[in-house]
């Protein structure tokens, strides 16, 4: 039986910026709608703005109405938004505020009823898109409120093929992390780090490097004292849960030698510690994930960029490979899912005349 194609929902983000301008690039390319089944949630109306406007190739666009009437092998578009939508090019308006969160909303309840298989964001204004139901920083959070369970809790993962980035606190102002951060909060980052890369990236053993929290690691408790108080001891505790993490580093040094190479991961303890260094080794095609959750969500790591919206020097290879990590992310987690579906039963045996028992299962829970 042939396999059916991933269906990919796409928010069309702030559109007053670069959102539709890489959305219409990528799609330019006609083979990723042979990749895929992608469901734009936003304006025909205002992608046809944005291919006139920044001249543009064309993307025949099929207009429905849900995204059970998909086309195959084409850019599918749901009109969730007003028909007097204004765009105004570079700047940060109300309508383009609500305008990003209705098409947010509606990709959301899609997803929630299965209508559609994974989720990807272009960027949003975190200030315009504010209302009485969307009260969050981020999309993560956002997401987390929506498909969260005390079980199944977000963690943002910037990534490319060269390196992932987690956060154990993201969008709060700096003079609250340390304040934040708790042995709890890492312990529990560490472990839906640990068991994302295992599920979405088949990683088998993953190796997570932690940054430290203050410059030098420290300096033995000269420059701080929570390497010794709170990130060693969560990192030790975090080994009963299967994680095997290494550190903590002192975040200059460590990005300085390219010591990222050597890891699955890196968790770095607040947002520009970890997304500075990042981006700029990934600007162009960086990541962000959202993992952790029931869902796959993925965005391009660049944000809205007003000061260049409308002139046609977007680059859509961020976007690109969002849509590719989703569709990977996706196929991983079903083949991990019937890969530990049915886990054998751990089995011994007796050596010796104490009775002693020989434990010949491994450490995944597989009997040898």
Do not use: W
Not at 114 to 128: E, M, R, S, Y
Not at 247 to 275: E, N, S
């Amino acid at each position: 039986m042939e396999e059916q194609l991933i269906k990919v929902g796409i928010t069309h983000g702030d559109v007053n910026g670069i959102g539709y301008e890489v959305i219409l690039k990528a799609f330019a390319d006609s083979r990723l709608a042979e990749m895929c089944t992608p469901v734009i949630y936003g304006s025909s109306k205002v992608a046809a703005y944005h291919r006139k406007t920044l001249e543009l190739p064309q993307v025949n666009m099929n207009i429905i109405t849900q995204a059970e009437e998909v086309g195959v092998n084409r850019v599918n578009i749901i009109n969730c938004t007003s028909d007097e939508l204004k765009v105004e090019l570079g700047k940060s308006t109300p309508a383009a505020g609500e305008a990003a969160f209705q098409s947010l909303q509606a990709a959301v309840a899609d997803l929630k009823r299965g209508a559609i298989d994974v989720l990807l964001t272009a960027p949003i204004n975190k200030n315009n898109i504010q209302n009485e139901q969307f009260s969050f920083p981020g999309h993560t959070e956002y997401l987390e409120s929506e498909f969260g369970t005390e079980e199944s809790k977000g963690l943002m993962i910037l990534m490319n093929e060269e390196i992932r980035v987690a956060l154990v606190t993201g969008h709060i102002p700096l003079a609250q992390v340390a304040g934040t951060l708790t042995k709890e909060s890492i312990i529990e980052k560490l472990v839906i780090f640990n068991h994302s890369l295992k599920q979405d990236f088949s990683i088998i053993r993953p190796r997570i490097a932690v940054l430290s929290l203050n410059p030098h690691a420290g300096d033995g408790g000269l420059l701080g004292s929570e390497e010794e108080t709170v990130l060693l001891p969560a990192m030790q505790e975090a080994e009963q849960y299967g994680v095997m993490s290494f550190g903590p580093y002192a975040a200059d040094g460590f990005f300085g030698a390219r010591m990222y190479d050597k890891f699955d991961g890196v968790l770095a303890m607040y947002h520009d510690q970890g997304l500075i260094p990042f981006k700029t080794i990934a600007m162009e095609d960086g990541v962000n994930y959202t993992a952790g959750l029931s869902i796959v969500r993925t965005s391009p790591a660049h944000g809205i960029a007003y000061d260049i919206a409308g002139q046609n020097i977007a680059s859509e290879e961020s976007f690109r490979q969002a849509l590719y990590k989703a569709l990977d992310i996706y196929r991983n987690r079903k083949r991990y899912k019937e890969a530990t579906a049915h886990p054998l039963r751990k089995q011994y045996f007796e050596r010796g005349g104490d009775n002693e028992k020989l434990d010949l299962t491994s450490d995944e829970g597989t009997t040898l």
